[in-house]
């Protein structure tokens, strides 16, 4: 699996349908080094992960994150999952009476079956969809543009409250695809001309 969560405290949780599960870690990143992270919480808790180099996680060191990973099973498409890092700073909407404040996406990784994916980057809801040609692109979109992105190619969003993403498709197969969604802060790919 391109990520696990390891550790005593690392709660998890499964959907009604039993084909999803979710796991959680949540406090400060104390180390980054390949492809681990340690989170120090209330108990220690490592992310393994496969992310390409193009994500720098050094960038969150001392910062508090909360980190979740959602696993989807199914018979005709295998596993997918879902990596999200969300990091306190700016919040994805503004407080209402009754409700906390949520930390911001941070990094959003996906691995497995692409069919019609949505994620929410602060005010931008974001749609992700494969190609059905073999070897074809990727459709990054939101309520303002739609891009055709190529494997190892990436594009530049920038969500309503002026924070900048940048959405890297990482590679595909048949039927699945990974790809990547980083705040710029910790984008260490090449320069893009290419802006939503």
Do not use: N
Not at 60 to 72: A, E, F, I, P
Not at 138 to 154: I, K, P, Y
């Amino acid at each position: 699996m391109p990520f696990q969560l390891d550790g005593d405290a690392v709660p998890t949780s499964r959907t009604a349908s039993r084909r999803a599960w979710i796991s959680t870690a949540e406090g400060i990143v104390a180390r980054v080094s390949g492809g681990l992270m340690l989170i120090e919480g209330d108990a220690p808790i490592t992310l393994r992960h496969a992310l390409p180099g193009v994500a720098d996680l050094c960038a969150l060191l001392g910062r508090r994150v909360r980190t979740t990973l959602v696993h989807v099973s199914t018979i005709e498409s295998g596993l997918a999952q879902t990596l999200t890092i969300a990091g306190d700073g700016a919040v994805v909407a503004p407080p209402r009476r009754g409700r906390h404040q949520e930390p911001k996406p941070l990094l959003i990784a996906h691995v497995g079956p692409v069919k019609g994916l949505t994620h929410t980057l602060g005010k931008t809801t974001v749609y992700v969809a494969l190609s059905q040609r073999p070897g074809g692109p990727m459709v990054f979109g939101t309520s303002r543009m739609q891009s055709l992105v190529r494997a190892g190619d990436h594009v530049r969003v920038r969500d309503g409250d002026d924070e900048r993403y940048v959405m890297h498709f990482t590679s595909r197969g048949a039927s699945d695809a990974s790809y990547v969604i980083v705040e710029e802060g910790l984008w260490r790919g090449p320069p893009s001309t290419r802006r939503s």
